[in-house]
């Protein structure tokens, strides 16, 4: 699996896939270099229907998660340009999602999955499960041919996972994206960055809602901005676990309160059957489709 790890020191590291990380301050010629590189597409304009629509139909498809139940719920399902939110209690199948779309899209060669794994969730093994258990459903260049564990290197290849345990991380992580993508740097083979997981966003966002950093809905506003602005400029799908807290007389809510409610382009709430491997998800929110919605999916054990 190419992955970015950290180091002591200063310089930079560089993933298997061309992320660069950088654990020193820059030059100031350098960090004005890299900001004019940045902000070169940041001057908007107004996008007429024709104009808007042709986006919508040429670039904004789908990444099939490879549930097929979710994917039908969805319309296909994470939508390019648009950031998708799983949420649910612990154990009701949120990383399950994430495992089986990373390894849908890398399987299917659409492009490099940048996987952000915040509590160490992120398994090889149930990749492995996923890929050899649904082996038989890919053909596209001639995929299936390939033995298996060439198969499944070629697999983790595409997906880089990055251990992310705070804010201040997750913002450099998300600025170096941003700047490779725009320096077209983020590939692998030819491949370039569709599908960014965040597993999960509310592990790094809820500890600094509290009263311990003053800004911290701003930083938490900041980094779904962000996340928009990178599933938009450059048409990747974003996916993020959100998890549930307490609403009152044994109700409950997706964390991160109101400010964060906004935020996602489509919403699913994730409920497990006891002592089962089924699980539910329902529609809170979706840009095209009513809310309300219902799909039962099987996790395997």
Same mark, same amino acid.
């Given at each position: 699996?190419?992955?970015?790890?950290?180091?002591?020191?200063?310089?930079?590291?560089?993933?298997?896939?061309?992320?660069?990380?950088?654990?020193?301050?820059?030059?100031?010629?350098?960090?004005?270099?890299?900001?004019?590189?940045?902000?070169?597409?940041?001057?908007?304009?107004?996008?007429?229907?024709?104009?808007?629509?042709?986006?919508?139909?040429?670039?904004?498809?789908?990444?099939?998660?490879?549930?097929?139940?979710?994917?039908?719920?969805? @319309? +296909?399902?994470?939508? $390019? !340009?648009?950031?998708?939110? %799983? #949420?649910?209690?612990?154990?009701?199948? =949120?990383?399950?999602?994430?495992?089986?779309?990373?390894?849908?899209?890398?399987?299917?060669?659409?492009?490099?999955?940048?996987?952000?794994?915040?509590?160490?969730?992120?398994?090889?093994?149930?990749?492995?499960?996923?890929?050899?258990?649904?082996?038989?459903?890919?053909?596209?260049?001639?995929?299936?041919?390939?033995?298996?564990?060439?198969?499944?290197?070629?697999?983790?290849?595409?997906?880089?996972?990055?251990?992310?345990?705070?804010?201040?991380?997750?913002?450099?992580?998300?600025?170096?994206?941003?700047?490779?993508?725009?320096?077209?740097?983020?590939?692998?083979?030819?491949?370039?960055?569709?599908?960014?997981?965040?597993?999960?966003?509310?592990?790094?966002?809820?500890?600094?809602? @509290? +009263?311990?950093?003053? $800004? !911290?809905?701003?930083?938490? %506003? #900041?980094?779904?901005?962000?996340?928009? =602005?990178?599933?938009?400029?450059?048409?990747?799908?974003?996916?993020?676990?959100?998890?549930?807290?307490?609403?009152?007389?044994?109700?409950?809510?997706?964390?991160?309160?109101?400010?964060?409610?906004?935020?996602?382009?489509?919403?699913?709430?994730?409920?497990?059957?006891?002592?089962?491997?089924?699980?539910?998800?329902?529609?809170?929110?979706?840009?095209?489709?009513?809310?309300?919605?219902?799909?039962?999916?099987?996790?395997?054990?």
């Amino acid at each position: 699996m190419a992955a970015a790890r950290g180091g002591s020191g200063g310089g930079a590291t560089t993933s298997g896939c061309g992320l660069k990380r950088r654990y020193a301050p820059q030059d100031h010629e350098e960090m004005m270099n890299e900001d004019q590189r940045s902000t070169g597409d940041q001057c908007g304009r107004f996008w007429n229907g024709i104009e808007l629509l042709k986006d919508a139909t040429e670039k904004k498809h789908f990444l099939p998660t490879g549930l097929e139940s979710i994917d039908t719920l969805l @319309g +296909g399902g994470l939508r $390019q !340009g648009q950031l998708t939110e %799983i #949420t649910g209690p612990s154990s009701s199948g =949120k990383t399950q999602i994430c495992l089986h779309s990373a390894s849908n899209v890398a399987a299917k060669q659409m492009g490099v999955v940048m996987y952000l794994d915040t509590s160490n969730s992120f398994s090889p093994s149930r990749v492995a499960t996923i890929i050899y258990g649904a082996s038989d459903q890919f053909g596209q260049r001639g995929f299936e041919l390939q033995p298996k564990d060439a198969r499944f290197k070629s697999v983790m290849r595409s997906i880089i996972c990055e251990s992310v345990f705070d804010i201040f991380a997750l913002f450099e992580v998300l600025h170096q994206l941003e700047v490779s993508l725009l320096n077209d740097k983020v590939n692998n083979g030819g491949s370039k960055v569709c599908l960014l997981i965040i597993d999960s966003i509310s592990s790094l966002l809820a500890p600094i809602i @509290g +009263g311990k950093y003053p $800004q !911290g809905r701003s930083m938490m %506003i #900041t980094v779904a901005m962000i996340l928009k =602005k990178l599933a938009n400029d450059h048409n990747l799908s974003v996916l993020v676990t959100n998890h549930m807290v307490s609403a009152g007389n044994g109700a409950v809510k997706p964390a991160l309160g109101e400010s964060w409610k906004a935020v996602p382009h489509v919403r699913l709430v994730i409920s497990r059957e006891c002592e089962s491997n089924i699980c539910t998800a329902t529609v809170l929110k979706h840009t095209l489709l009513a809310s309300g919605r219902t799909a039962k999916f099987v996790v395997p054990s």
